[in-house]
């Protein structure tokens, strides 16, 4: 697959051999296709970040939204714990919380910036306050709907929790560069 600038300097460097340019001026530029051709491949594969970006970030306002519908919710009711109606531990909102903690889980991104060190661990502390609103959840179920939200929920911490110990033990999250 060629793309934009890849066939634009295979077109100039086309021009450059039919008129009279020294032959180590033309070998020399050709060594920048494979380079040109790579860039072009990292822009085409960059595209679908932005989808992936909205998708965690409308995943993770339900999360929020729901949290706090159940939050006015105990208020309201005069509660002193706040009662789990709108974002129980089911398999929707496991779900949803498995898209919202996509960043933290995904072990191919190398994100090097400040930036996206901080929505990594900021995801990972985005499971904190989602936890703390499943407890009241677990004492209204019944024995067959606890196990089996235990184990799902179960098995997604542990995959989140050995996600970030390799990448902390790879040194993708952690190693945050000094911009000085």
Known sequence: MVF???IEYLDL?????????????VRNLTRFKISIYES??????????????????????FCIIAMGFDLVHGIRSKKLWFPV????????????????????VDLSGSMPGVVDQVAKVGSIAFMCPIMANFLPSLATMNSNELLTNVIALGV?????????????????????????
């Open 13 to 25: 460097m086309d021009r450059l051999n039919q008129t009279k340019t020294p032959d180590d001026v």
């Open 156 to 180: 997604l911490v542990i995959t989140l929790v050995v996600n970030i110990c390799i990448q902390i033990s790879t040194g993708v999250v952690g190693n945050i560069p000094n911009n000085k």
């Open 85 to 104: 109606k709108y974002f129980p531990l089911n398999a929707v909102t496991l779900a949803g919380i498995t898209v919202a903690m996509k960043l933290p």
């Open 4 to 6: 934009n600038n890849t």
């Open 40 to 61: 072009d491949l990292e822009k085409k594969y960059g595209e679908p970040l932005e989808v992936i970006g909205y998708y965690i970030l409308f995943a993770s306002l």
